[in-house]
């Protein structure tokens, strides 16, 4: 067994040297794990090699649940989950239980249900397009990259278009780190009376969207209680929202930043297919990475990951591993990046990430080929970056449409 105090000793999270790189003070090591201080004066363990990301993210020695002894939170905001893991819904519930409430949403969320929905997404992308046609500047991301998602998870959910504007308010105040506890605290207490409103109105009136589904086949009929399908909900318009937002501005303005990329996005399958993986991988917007609990002994190479610690994935690192990814600092259209982890490992990996992907691609591509001389009026590296975000992205994206 490694004792700790030889292991490499990083603060965690660290701040980024370059806007679109994680810290060199992460893809600078090697092997793993690495141990680090956290910002309440506990440690944790640190991963940052892509092939032991996807090792261990399978282990179900590792647990979710922020109750667990030893879990690494990672902000002042976060500790709202400590006491109350359920309240998060699913991810952060172990075997068997997570398992089962995941399995209640996933059968809506398979490849060919976000392939049955291009055309849909399509359409909203079409719709945001076409508000800019009159204009020579705009910026993209509250015309665009944070518009289109809330859009996409309101048809979902079959909540009202004049409802978009408070629960994205809210759903970009629960992942600020800046937030204090008791802010995010209030943001969730009121997203989460305007979803017992919606489900409330589901019991009534009910349609063909996925709240109806949860309250009739599942709710009413005694499988699951309104405390459960609360929290999915919630879980669904912040994931389905602040990451897509966060992800659709940062590769926006590396495809206006880059010629390749343009040319990919502008192409259409499976060019912009490829480009969005590869998009995925470089921003990894998960910039905090995901945080488990061992609840037994593990045995890594010479390192003891100890029952009672936290283990740290840090994944913008993973996704620059060389050994996976060759050249990992270049954005290169043209990699298949298919192996990357910006979406997780194993069996928490993203609900909605073939959501995610339709929505990347169709922006990218209907943005490239309506504006095809877009440029930025600001050099990327100089953009505002949300960098006190747990969802990685852009506070402006300021382009001009047209060619001068």
Not at 187 to 207: S, T
Not at 361 to 374: D, G, K, M, V, Y
Request: proline share 7%; with cysteine; charged share 25%.
């Amino acid at each position: 067994m490694t004792s700790p105090t030889k292991s490499p000793h990083i603060d965690y999270p660290t701040p980024r040297e370059d806007p679109l790189a994680p810290p060199t003070a992460l893809t600078g090591l090697s092997g793993g794990p690495h141990r680090a201080a956290l910002w309440d004066g506990s440690s944790a363990w640190v991963i940052t090699s892509h092939d032991l990301t996807r090792e261990l993210l399978n282990d179900r020695r590792l647990s979710a649940n922020t109750a667990a002894p030893g879990f690494p939170m990672l902000s002042p905001a976060s500790m709202v989950l400590r006491a109350e893991p359920r309240s998060a819904s699913f991810i952060r519930m172990d075997e068997p239980e997570h398992g089962r409430l995941r399995g209640m949403l996933s059968s809506r969320f398979r490849p060919a249900d976000a392939e049955r929905m291009r055309d849909v997404i399509g359409g909203l992308v079409d719709q945001r397009l076409e508000a800019l046609e009159p204009l020579d500047e705009a910026d993209l991301v509250p015309s665009l990259a944070a518009p289109l998602p809330a859009a996409v998870i309101a048809t979902l959910l079959g909540i009202a278009d004049e409802d978009r504007p408070f629960f994205e308010d809210r759903s970009a105040r629960l992942i600020d780190r800046t937030r204090t506890t008791a802010e995010v605290r209030e943001a969730r207490e009121e997203l989460d009376v305007f979803l017992n409103g919606v489900v409330d109105q589901r019991v009534d009136q009910p349609g063909d969207d996925l709240v109806s589904v949860l309250v009739h086949e599942r709710m009413l009929t005694g499988e699951i209680e309104r405390q459960d399908v609360v929290p999915m909900c919630r879980l669904l318009l912040v994931a389905g929202h602040g990451t897509t937002a966060s992800q659709l501005s940062l590769s926006l303005a590396s495809v206006l930043d880059q010629p390749s990329a343009r040319e990919a996005a502008a192409a259409g399958a499976p060019a912009v297919v490829s480009l969005g993986d590869e998009l995925l991988r470089f921003h990894t917007i998960v910039q905090n990475g995901l945080v488990r609990a061992a609840v037994a002994d593990i045995e890594v190479g010479d390192v003891t990951i100890a029952a009672g610690e936290g283990v740290i994935f840090a994944i913008g690192a993973s996704n620059r591993d060389a050994d996976t990814f060759p050249v990992p600092d270049e954005l290169d259209p043209g990699r298949d990046a298919r192996r990357h982890l910006a979406f997780g490992h194993g069996s928490h990996q993203c609900l909605g990430q073939w959501l995610a992907k339709v929505e990347l691609e169709e922006c990218l591509h209907r943005f490239t080929t309506r504006f095809p001389s877009a440029r930025l009026t600001t050099p990327l590296r100089d953009l505002s970056f949300r960098h006190d975000a747990s969802s990685y992205g852009l506070e402006t994206l300021p382009v001009r449409l047209r060619a001068d």
